[in-house]
């Protein structure tokens, strides 16, 4: 019995510790954008809807507010989510990537990028985005 719970710990605790890593505040100064981010259950707040609940969200100098309402597939150091732009207007996948700093780089796969604000102009946000906590 010992050993059974055993085998099973030594399953389980991997998926755990990686699961942990996709939770938190992660941020990029220099589009000064920033993420919230829990994969392994919607509880966190979408921003302006105070009784709604999403699995992140992307927010900053963008144009509105990105809700990741899903996720997609999950791989070892892999994130597959969808999100969508809270005026509606707008869908994307996204991946997401754990580095090895605890840090994640955000790849959009949809060929419409996500558009951040530069003066009086819209201007695609990179296809890769580097985050940090």
């Keep these: 019995m010992k050993k059974l719970f055993l085998l099973g710990l030594a399953v389980v605790a991997p998926m755990l510790s990686w699961c942990q890593d996709f939770r938190g505040h992660f ?56 999100a969508v732009c809270d005026n509606g207007s707008d869908a994307q996948t996204l991946e997401l990537t754990l580095d090895e700093k605890g840090g994640l780089s955000m790849r959009q796969i949809d060929d ?8 009086k102009k819209y201007v695609k946000l990179p296809k890769v985005v580097a985050f940090h906590r």
């Design 27 to 82: 941020i990029n100064e220099e589009l000064k954008v920033k993420l919230e981010l829990n994969a392994d259950s919607a509880t966190i707040g979408v921003p302006g809807l105070p009784d709604e609940f999403c699995y992140g969200y992307l927010q900053g100098n963008l144009n509105g507010t990105w809700i990741i309402l899903k996720v997609v597939k999950r791989k070892e150091n892999k994130l597959t989510v969808r």
């Design 112 to 119: 419409a990028l996500i558009k951040t604000i530069e003066g």
